[in-house]
């Protein structure tokens, strides 16, 4: 019987303790930093994809305000004196921005999503990315496109985040969350 006992209290001992331990390891898992999904969308589509990927990541939206909103003029990639079409032709523009990401040092990975605009980045996400450091940042571009593919965008953008680490871009027009969800796990 003392045996059986002795069994008993040493099972329960082990008991407690693994539970105890199990709490501990509860306690003390760590928090991801948080992702900042970051978009640029002139008509909105790009910022439907991009709402997506803060879904799909828990990342926090920010979109980037132009100090001048862009007209339906400005974007008439037809016309050879149209703001985007200049824009796109003269990478050293850069436009303002009206809003700033707050604590953006909290991010390490940032989702980056923008139109293309002649094969490749609207020059405001330069502006954008000049605006903060991203040294040793993650850099996911993400883009749609009426009809230009990816083109030179990643090259483009690396000039104002040099120090950053870019992972391939993507259009991803008309994807669906699930198509979006199977994207972000695919990131390596």
């Given at each position: 019987m003392k045996k059986i006992l002795l069994l008993l209290a040493i099972t329960a001992i082990a008991f407690v303790a693994c539970a105890s331990k199990e709490k501990k390891e509860a306690e003390t898992v760590e928090v991801a930093t948080p992702v900042l999904v970051a978009v640029f969308s002139a008509q909105g589509h790009t910022k439907s994809v991009a709402e997506k990927i803060a879904k799909a990541t828990g990342g926090n939206l920010f979109q980037i305000e132009p100090e001048v909103p862009y007209t339906e003029e400005d974007l008439d990639g037809w016309n050879n004196s149209a703001r985007g079409t200049l824009e796109a032709r003269n990478r050293d523009t850069r436009p303002g921005i009206a809003n700033k990401v707050k604590n953006f040092e909290q991010y390490d990975t940032i989702y980056l999503g923008f139109p293309i605009w002649w094969f490749t980045a609207p020059t405001i996400v330069n502006t954008f990315l000049e605006s903060y450091n991203t040294d040793g940042k993650v850099i996911i571009p993400f883009a749609t496109s009426g009809g230009s593919d990816y083109g030179e965008a990643t090259k483009d953008l690396k000039i104002?985040?040099?120090?950053?680490?870019f992972?391939?871009?993507s259009v991803l027009n008309d994807?669906?969350?699930?198509?979006?969800?199977?994207w972000v796990k695919s990131i390596k």
């Open positions: 104002s985040a040099p120090n950053a680490v992972k391939p871009g994807y669906t969350q699930q198509d979006v969800d199977s």
